[in-house]
Nanobody
Framework: QVQLVESGGGLVQAGGSLRLSCAASGRTFSRYAMGWFRQAPGKEREFVAAITWNSSTYYADSKKGRFTISRDNAKNTVYLQMNSLKPEDTAVYYC??????????????????WGQGTQVTVSS
């Protein structure tokens, strides 16, 4: 069983930055692919970014250039650096873990474990 705990969300003005963190339990974190998803009110959950066990990354097209996913296996943590935030980035952000860590999937069904989410609110 893997437990994921997100942190770093909050209220920020448009154009600002936030760094989300996701701390994972378990000794095999370094083998997992990790993903970030988000869900805005009244909308479906959407893919943001993912990273494989060996740090290959994959982004949703609309997030390229503004968001950066990274991981620190020594700390069992994955990060999402978000820059130039827009009001439409407002959502609950979730991290997810895929124990089959060789691919960075955009499909939520590929991930077995999910965190509880952290709220990001971008004011205009």
């Amino acid at each position: 069983q893997v437990q994921l705990v997100e942190s770093g969300g909050g209220l920020v003005q448009a154009g600002g930055s936030l760094r989300l963190s996701c701390a994972a339990s378990g000794r095999t974190f370094s083998r997992y692919a990790m993903g970030w998803f988000r869900q805005a009110p009244g909308k479906e959950r959407e893919f943001v970014a993912a990273i494989t066990w060996n740090s290959s990354t994959y982004y949703a097209d609309s997030k390229k250039g503004r968001f950066t996913i990274s991981r620190d296996n020594a700390k069992n943590t994955v990060y999402l650096q978000m820059n130039s935030l827009k009001p439409e980035d407002t959502a609950v952000y979730y991290c997810a873990a895929d124990p089959l860590g060789y691919s960075a999937s955009s499909r939520s069904s590929e991930y077995d474990y999910w965190g509880q989410g952290t709220q990001v609110t971008v004011s205009s």
